[in-house]
């Protein structure tokens, strides 16, 4: 028999569930808190739970819970990068980091990615599978537990195409921000995507207040094309279209993701071009200089060029910053502490 997965279940089917069991309507409120508001790891901890229901649960359900194999903390800046190891042994990065407005996670939702970008190193082996809800949510309370710190913010950046995983990824955003779990604000949950339109538009339906966040990184089809295959499916204005359907739809300012690689997409034309092509939208532009990865030869322009860049995106008055690199100590970019940390290979 396989176990129901107890922590991806919102409080009404947990609710149901227990029901089913010839239990209390109002066990699903302690057990649901126990889950998501005193981050439990055991049935054995929920102290007004009888042994009974508790040896019950342990039977039928698994609780979903991530296990810590490595962690590195930034000298620098305090940031920490941690590799978690799932039940069948795959393995997900996810990093916390402290500003100014608070703390925020950056989440993995897949292990590997299909999308095939050029300059990524999480779709190298390709996709594995996908993240359940609880296993994106326990990112988040491990992270929570580990720092006793509250995380304010959510960004669903790291490894995978969390659109690619639509329903997890809704079923997710929906447990993080109930105000029985940790209650993090909608407004503070940015989702990441490479461009799948149709999941675009569908999020827009949700009646959701979250971020979405565009991994642009071109001004042009034919450039786009080159970094990213996903281009071969939604062209750039379809994509841009259905960006400007998600701030029509949710209010809801979009975030353009640039990563600025030395000699391919950072010049002053294609500065304009960007420029002209997301002008009449009301959004934001965050320009990453590319993280080289190991497997690709791709490179960051120097400073002055990446300044230059920004500097004429102003001229053209996009809103634009450069991201700042947290953790530049500890392991470069996304995805390569799995892959370093892989078991049986690299270190
Ligand atoms: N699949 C989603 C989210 C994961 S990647 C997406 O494509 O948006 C998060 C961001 O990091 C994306 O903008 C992605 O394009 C970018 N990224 C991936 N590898 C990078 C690298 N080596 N240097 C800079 N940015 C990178």
Request: glycine letters at 6%; proline letters at 3%; hydrophobic letters at 35%.
């Amino acid at each position: 028999m396989t176990k129901s997965d107890i922590k991806s279940w919102n409080q009404k089917e947990l609710e149901e569930f227990l029901v089913s069991l010839g239990e209390k309507p109002f066990r699903a409120r302690q057990i649901y808190s126990w889950l998501h508001q005193r981050l439990a790891v055991s049935f054995q901890e929920m102290t007004d739970i009888s042994k009974a229901l508790k040896e019950k649960l342990a039977s039928c359900c698994k609780l979903t819970g991530l296990c810590q194999v490595r962690r590195q903390i930034s000298a620098v800046d305090g940031t920490r990068k941690y590799l978690f190891e799932l039940d069948d042994g795959n393995r997900v990065e996810s990093v916390w980091m402290r500003y100014q407005h608070g703390n925020s996670v950056c989440i993995s939702s897949q292990v590997g990615c299909r999308m095939g970008c050029r300059f990524c190193a999480s779709t190298i082996d390709g996709l594995v599978r996908n993240l359940t809800p609880a296993e994106m949510l326990d990112q988040v309370y491990r992270i929570t537990a580990d720092t006793g710190e509250r995380v304010s913010h959510v960004v669903v950046m790291g490894m995978g195409e969390p659109l690619d995983n639509y329903e997890n990824l809704l079923k997710f955003v929906k447990l993080l921000t109930d105000e029985r779990g940790l209650h993090i604000s909608q407004r503070n949950v940015t989702v990441s995507t490479c461009g799948l339109v149709p999941k675009i538009r569908a999020l827009a339906e949700e009646e959701l207040a979250i971020t979405l966040a565009l991994s642009l990184h071109a001004s042009s089809q034919e450039k786009r094309l080159a970094l990213m295959p996903v281009a071969n499916k939604y062209e750039i204005h379809q994509v841009v279209d259905a960006c400007r359907y998600y701030f029509e739809k949710t209010g809801r300012r979009i975030t353009f993701e640039y990563a600025l690689v030395g000699g391919v997409n950072d010049g002053e034309e294609d500065a304009r071009e960007l420029a002209a092509l997301i002008s009449d939208l009301n959004c934001h532009v965050n320009l990453i200089p590319v993280n080289p990865v190991l497997e690709r030869d791709f490179v960051q322009p120097d400073p002055a060029r990446i300044q230059n860049f920004k500097n004429k995106l102003e001229k053209y008055g996009i809103n634009v910053t450069i991201r700042r690199e947290m953790g530049r100590d500890i392991d470069g970019a996304c995805g390569q502490l799995r892959r370093r940390y892989a078991p049986g290979g690299g270190e």
